[in-house]
T-cell receptor, first 115, second 111 residues
């Protein structure tokens, strides 16, 4: 079983719709992240969370919101989707031990298309 | 503001070593060099990281110049499955939890 899972894997929606992307992890990590990737570009950080009560904006948080329902779950919402939010979205986790904080573990991604 | 500079693409023959350069001339004394790779549309995968000493693991070797202004990731025996985009990232490991991905280097391993 995958350590970091994302649902749905693919989603097509219409402009103005609310949509939620979900991320779950079984690694026991406290830190979770949401990134987006546009074609031909690197990843950009949307939001990150160090624990259930700590949520922070990343470099491109406008138009997005998040919810950390539990240590293992971190959801990303688009309140009113727009076409330029069409992208590949990745969730990632990292731990706090001396070895695991060096590495972020990524989910398989959610491909979102906003028409 | 880009902290690293990488060539946009490079080819490598299967079975040969692939040497991927990265320039990070403004790196600070407490910043590490990290390498990740992303195989077509999959989630990025951690490869290796280092501060100033050369590092080796089961995937690759990392060579950092003495002045730390550049580094080279070495894939010792490239296979077709190593075809991916490789990202060089500098960050402070303990405090700078964010990974800032640039465009990376697209490496194509050819049979």
């Amino acid at each position: 079983d995958a350590d970091v899972t994302q649902t749905p894997r693919n989603r097509i929606t219409k402009t103005g719709k609310r949509i939620m992307l979900e991320c779950s992890q079984t690694k026991g990590h406290d830190r979770m992240y949401w990134y987006r990737q546009d074609p031909g570009l690197g990843l950009r950080l949307i939001y990150y969370s160090f624990d259930v009560k700590d949520i922070n904006k990343g470099e491109i948080s406008d138009g997005y919101s998040v919810s950390r329902q539990a240590q293992a779950k971190f959801s990303l919402s688009l309140e009113s989707a727009i076409p330029n939010q069409t992208a590949l979205y990745f969730c990632a986790t990292s731990g706090e031990t001396s070895s695991s904080y060096n590495e972020q573990f990524f989910g398989p991604g959610t491909r979102l298309t906003v028409l | 503001d880009a902290k690293t500079t990488q060539p946009p693409s490079m080819d490598c023959a299967e079975g040969r070593a692939a040497n991927l350069p990265c320039n990070h001339s403004t790196i600070s004394g407490n910043e590490y060099v990290y390498w990740y790779r992303q195989i077509h549309s999959q989630g990025p995968q951690y490869i290796i990281h280092g501060l100033k000493n050369n590092e080796t693991n089961e995937m690759a070797s990392l060579i950092i110049t003495e002045d730390r202004k550049s580094s080279t990731l070495i894939l010792p025996h490239a296979t077709l499955r190593d075809t991916a985009v490789y990202y060089c990232i500098v960050r402070v490991a303990t405090y700078d939890y964010k990974l800032s991905f640039g465009a990376g280097t697209t490496v194509t391993v050819r049979a």
